[in-house]
């Protein structure tokens, strides 16, 4: 059984923090688009996780989140999630629609269409700016909605991606806007063998550009 964190090494990591800085920045600068609003990117990480210890990165793992999950089906096997906090999630209606729904675990089809239409657009920007940076054509599915607590939310894909690897790479971009009224991350999963031709694409980024 191969093991991803004997093979990772630290430039890796970095290109991978690259990407996903160009991936996050432009969803993020869409997401402010969309809501009038000024939203900061905040930190990237990048971790070869034990699936089992994959929940373990939300401290609040019981916390009730909705999610867009968008399963990339062309170029290379990944999830892209996007997750709002319950506050959060509330937060965007408000923005788009004008009011605030009281129960977002009740949403009205407008809601949702709202949330599935917004991880359409980000994940969208998301992987736009990942497929660019790889030259690479990306494909990604319909986003799910899903709404649930944030430890059944992300033990879902890491285990669907791990196949007979026990790890996998987690990369996280967590954002919020100035008033603090909104908070999402995004954390995009891979298999092993889409980090693997992630490196090399990078690889000849970097002779490229040096």
Known sequence: MSNLKEDIVDTTLDALKEISNMGAGNAITALSQMLSTKINMDVVEVEVKEVSDVVD?????DRFMVANLIEIVLGMRAVLLLLFEEESAK????????????????VSDMERSLLMELGNILGGS??????????????????QLVMDMASAIITMPAIELC?????????????????????????????KETEMSIIKSVGKYYEGHH
């Open 126 to 143: 998301y992987l736009n700016a990942v497929g660019t940076f790889l030259e690479q054509e990306i494909d990604q599915s319909t986003p």
């Open 57 to 61: 990165m939300f401290v609040e793992e």
């Open 163 to 191: 196949d007979e690897n026990q790890d996998t790479i987690i990369i996280q971009s967590r954002f919020e806007d100035s008033e603090n009224l909104l908070k999402g991350t995004y954390i995009f999963i891979l298999d």
């Open 91 to 106: 937060e965007v209606v408000n923005k788009v629609l004008g009011y605030r729904p009281e129960d977002i675990r009740n």
